[in-house]
């Protein structure tokens, strides 16, 4: 019905930058809301950073500042800007989205498989 993919995870020494892609396709009439979520080893997954309707944005007080989440509606993007990153960013990254779908018609959420953004020296 639909697929999130993500791509643009990695290895970053602390200080650095790394920026996270996020694509929806398949049955997709409209997207409401595009987030990114994470979870580190051994913790609850936990809100990043949310955009609704390519306007408004919600982040997490722990990476306000220092993250940037942004839209490309007609591409059905989503993507983070990670900069002066920290070893506490250490997590696999997920990206959200909720849909309205063409078909079967309704609305739903959908999550990527994740990618993993590990901060280390």
């Known amino acids: 019905q639909v697929q999130l993919v993500e791509s643009g995870g990695g290895l970053v020494q602390p200080g650095g930058s790394l920026r996270l892609s996020c694509v929806a396709s398949?049955?997709?009439?409209?997207?409401?809301?595009m987030g990114w979520y994470r979870q580190a080893p051994g913790k609850q997954r936990e809100l990043v950073a949310t955009?609704?309707?390519?306007?408004?944005?919600n982040y997490v007080e722990s990476v306000k500042g220092r993250f940037t989440i942004s839209g490309d509606n007609a591409k059905n993007m989503v993507y983070l800007q990670m900069d002066s990153l920290k070893p506490e960013d250490t997590a696999v990254y997920y990206c959200?989205?909720?849909?309205?779908?063409?078909?079967?018609?309704?609305?739903?959420?959908?999550w990527g498989q994740g990618t993993q953004v590990t901060v280390s020296s």
């Open positions: 398949g049955s997709i009439f409209k997207i409401n809301v």
């Open positions: 955009i609704t309707s390519g306007v408004d944005i």
């Open positions: 959200n989205a909720i849909v309205i779908r063409h078909w079967p018609a309704g609305v739903s959420g959908y």
